[in-house]
């Protein structure tokens, strides 16, 4: 009886094995919490900031070739003030348009027929546009920029329909979800936006 209990009972190194794998696995169990918590976190700050304050878009189209894609994935940050020369995002139709702010309130923008675009009588210089065009516009220029609102164009001007036509007009600056910053994809263009 006596070999039977030797043979049953553990021995101290044993014992010592078995106390530290349990010590390791209750190690273990907290930080795969601590870490599933951490990220949870992180995705739901991810989420709120993505919503409030910096959305994230895809592209579709081609009006603002060849400085962005269709299919680029961009950041905007939200502002209702822009400044002359950032692209803006706003909602048209239940679609998200992109556009570059050309004048803001009180401006006057005309247009001539080669599509030069001229703001206060100035003629601007826009490096982002390959292809000058007067497009599909209705307005009778020049036309002044109405309090709270800008005059946006597609840098691809001969395809995209902007505030030279009458069906989208002048954009409400609190309509705007706002200026577009960042492109994040594709990772070779990575960079902030012009």
Request: include cysteine; charge should be negative; glycine fraction near 8%.
């Amino acid at each position: 009886m006596r070999n039977q209990e030797k043979e049953q009972l553990p021995t101290l190194e044993a014992l010592q094995a078995e106390r530290e794998r349990l010590r390791h696995r209750r190690r273990y169990r907290r930080a795969l919490l601590g870490t599933v918590s951490v990220l949870a976190v992180v995705a739901a700050l991810a989420v709120l900031i993505s919503t409030f304050f910096m959305p994230v878009f895809r592209i579709t189209g081609s009006s603002m070739e060849p400085n962005l894609n269709d299919g680029d994935i961009i950041v905007a940050m939200k502002t209702e003030r822009f400044e002359r020369g950032q692209v803006c995002g706003f909602y048209f139709n239940n679609k998200l348009l992109l556009k570059r702010v050309i004048a803001t309130a009180g401006m006057w923008v005309d247009i001539d027929e080669d599509g030069y675009v001229s703001v206060d009588g100035e003629k601007l210089e826009e490096p982002y546009v390959t292809d000058r065009s007067k497009g599909i516009s209705d307005l009778e220029y020049p036309v002044q920029v109405p309090d709270g609102c800008v005059f946006v164009l597609g840098d691809h001007r001969s395809t995209s329909v902007d505030s030279r036509s009458s069906v989208i007009g002048f954009i409400k600056e609190d309509e705007t979800v706002g200026q577009i910053v960042m492109r994040v994809w594709p990772l070779k263009n990575f960079g902030l936006i012009d």
